[in-house]
């Protein structure tokens, strides 16, 4: 896996403005659940071999699936971070 850019890095830092610890802590918390959300996101665009705003064809005759995306349903995860709400497509 590829490092984030140090330069990136810094870009975010220096416009959160932290104050302290926990600012950071909930930051990384929250940049943690928008990963395992895009995670989430790829892993069901490779698994149907079509992204989120696509729709497949309604022929029969078609190797193409006939699944739509219906949405999210919120789940509570325990992470060492704490308990996280994500949306599971």
Do not use: H, W
Request: charged fraction near 35%.
């Amino acid at each position: 896996m590829e490092k984030v850019p140090a330069e990136m890095m810094r870009e975010f830092v220096r416009s959160q403005k932290f104050t302290s610890t926990d600012e950071v802590m909930t930051a990384m918390k929250n940049m943690f659940k928008d990963i395992l959300q895009e995670v989430m996101e790829c892993e069901l665009a490779d698994e149907l071999g079509y992204e989120k705003s696509e729709r497949t064809s309604n022929d029969e005759c078609s190797n193409k699936s006939k699944n739509y995306r219906n949405g999210y349903s919120k789940k509570t995860i325990k992470t060492q971070m704490g308990e996280l709400d994500i949306k599971v497509p």
